[in-house]
């Protein structure tokens, strides 16, 4: 006999799949639970020992995305860069690896946020994440003296956060056509020339 905890952690993977693949092709409106229990193959009680709300099992489905999307292995590679200079081209190749994955769930929550306060503290928990993210590479800029002295930290951090937003990332990869590897080389280009400071030149000899 399969042991309870093996079940349950079978249940939960099912649930979370579920929810997912109801965001994926219907977008938030679409999940209820009922529809989740449905798609699981579990009776609505045994979705609710596990999840005993809505926000419950959406706070859950962001973090089950992000973990398929390997979004905290990616960012690691972020914070394991050394040189100031070479973090932004490593953070826009973080976001080119993770954000179009996280695009579909991510724009359904939005969608109805303002409607709905499930999808509002999604919502929100997403925002704070993205804006520590941001705060910690202007910070790592300015701490390695390659922050552009006419951008304070935080104003870095404030256009860091816009240019991972969605909305970029729809216009540039949906309606303009550029591919992942465009989008990160050229974001990166972008945001070296506006935030960093020049190089310093080396000397040359006598």
Known sequence: MEPQNARSRRTREAVLEAAHRLVEEGGFAAL???????G??????????HFESRTALVVALFDH????????ASGA????VTDARDLLAEWFAHLARCQPRLLRVARAVQRVKDDDPDAAAHWDLVQQDWRASSLRVARRLAQGEVL??????????DLLLALMGFDVL???????GWSESAYRTRLTRAAERMLLAPAP?????P
């Open 32 to 38: 209820t639970m009922a529809a989740v229990a449905e």
């Open 40 to 49: 699981a193959g579990v009776t609505r009680r045994s979705l609710y020992l």
């Open 65 to 72: 995305v992000n973990d398929e999307v390997g979004v905290a």
């Open 77 to 80: 590679q972020v914070w394991a």
């Open 148 to 157: 552009d002295p006419g951008w304070t930290v935080r104003e870095a951090a």
């Open 170 to 176: 729809e216009t540039l990869l949906g309606e303009r």
């Open 201 to 205: 030149s080396v000397a040359s000899g």
